[in-house]
């Protein structure tokens, strides 16, 4: 996008975390498997980013992402979504893995979310994800 002002706010091995300026959204990019605390640090990150930018939008760019374990899967079902809709966030964008393993275990966590509170999109790029998000 021209004139998009991305700020890399948190970068390790395993996940990447942007904030985008123009459509104040945050973007996460996973890569590979994921250990527990790995995970927690990462989202716990991008609430804050959340709560630093008032943005009630994230893009989750899975596209290199591995299978999400199930106990990161309760966390978010158990503790994550709750303190973050108490935030503000309300919805995401997913760009889908090549990972088939990847895929199932993301679906399960958005089927285990609240169709009432959040609105979620499934996308195979990034860039349609943005388009989306821009409209919400």
């Given at each position: 996008?021209?004139?998009?002002?991305?700020t890399?706010?948190?970068?390790?091995?395993k996940?990447?975390?942007?904030?985008?300026?123009s459509?104040?959204?945050?973007v996460?990019?996973?890569?590979?498997?994921?250990?527990?605390?790995?995970?927690?640090?990462?989202?716990?990150?991008?609430?804050?980013?959340?709560?630093?930018?008032?943005?009630?939008?994230?893009?989750?760019?899975?596209?290199?992402?591995e299978?999400v374990?199930?106990?990161?899967?309760?966390w978010?079902?158990?503790?994550?979504?709750?303190?973050?809709?108490?935030?503000?966030?309300?919805t995401?964008?997913?760009?889908?893995?090549?990972?088939?393993f990847?895929?199932?275990?993301?679906?399960?966590?958005?089927?285990?979310?609240?169709?009432?509170?959040?609105?979620?999109?499934?996308?195979?790029?990034?860039?349609?994800?943005?388009e989306?998000?821009?409209?919400v």
């Amino acid at each position: 996008m021209p004139n998009e002002k991305i700020t890399l706010e948190y970068n390790k091995p395993k996940c990447k975390i942007y904030y985008y300026q123009s459509i104040n959204t945050i973007v996460l990019e996973w890569f590979g498997h994921v250990s527990h605390e790995e995970f927690v640090e990462a989202c716990d990150f991008l609430l804050e980013l959340l709560i630093k930018y008032k943005s009630s939008k994230m893009i989750a760019n899975n596209l290199k992402s591995e299978v999400v374990s199930s106990k990161n899967q309760d966390w978010l079902d158990k503790v994550w979504f709750s303190k973050a809709y108490k935030h503000g966030y309300r919805t995401s964008a997913i760009v889908t893995s090549k990972s088939i393993f990847n895929q199932v275990t993301v679906k399960q966590i958005v089927d285990k979310m609240d169709k009432e509170k959040y609105k979620v999109q499934f996308f195979t790029n990034l860039q349609d994800a943005i388009e989306w998000i821009k409209t919400v």
